[in-house]
């Protein structure tokens, strides 16, 4: 853990005051939601699994849109004022903001089995099993950082992405 910094942590308590339904009109199946991110106009995205796309709410929670996925959405994180990357199998895909709906950018590609994926200091770190890996934002692999070695490698990959980079260890 010393290679990573100061180790930073921040607790959030939140209540819940009223419930939203998600469910839109072109969704096939209940929603599965693996993913949510906010967009810094306070705008929410949520990744649905179950449905393979993307739905964009209003900081009110109103449905505002929703844009298909090629593919089932394993995670997601926010990189830019108006812009998101959702990871499926083997590819990053870009969305940002345009005229209140999501419009597909660019695509790069990872590692197969990448389950996990955060943004920090303009750099993507994905997770798969059973390692972690940072890429620049154009898709060059930059470093293994981590390998589990444990169990096979099955589920703590993830884990430490979290930990790392979802506000409990920050680089410092």
């Known amino acids: ?41 306070g705008d ?3 990744a649905d699994a179950a449905n393979s796309n993307l739905k964009l709410l ?4 109103h449905n505002l849109s929703v ?9 997601m994180c926010a990189i830019g004022d108006t812009e998101n990357a959702v990871v499926t199998n083997g ?10 709906s999501l419009r597909s950018g660019k695509l790069i590609k990872v590692h197969k089995q990448s389950s996990g ?17 940072k890429y620049s934002i ?8 981590y390998k589990d070695t444990e169990a096979g490698g099955q589920g703590k990959t993830k884990s ?3 930990k790392l980079l979802n506000n409990t260890m920050l680089p410092g």
């Open 138 to 145: 154009d898709g060059k692999q930059d470093k293994l950082l």
């Open 117 to 133: 994926m955060a943004y920090f200091a303009g750099n993507l770190y994905v997770a798969t099993m059973p390692n972690l890996v």
């Open 1 to 41: 853990m010393q290679n990573f910094g100061t180790v930073k942590s921040f607790e959030y308590i939140f209540a819940v005051t009223e419930e939203s339904t998600v469910q839109m009109t072109v969704d096939i199946s209940n929603c599965d939601i693996t993913a949510i991110c906010e967009l810094q106009c």
């Open 160 to 162: 430490f992405l979290n």
């Open 44 to 46: 929410i995205v949520l």
């Open 67 to 75: 844009c298909p996925l090629p593919d089932i959405p394993l995670d």
């Open 91 to 100: 590819q990053v895909h870009f969305y940002f903001l345009q005229d209140g």
């Open 58 to 61: 209003n900081q009110s929670f």
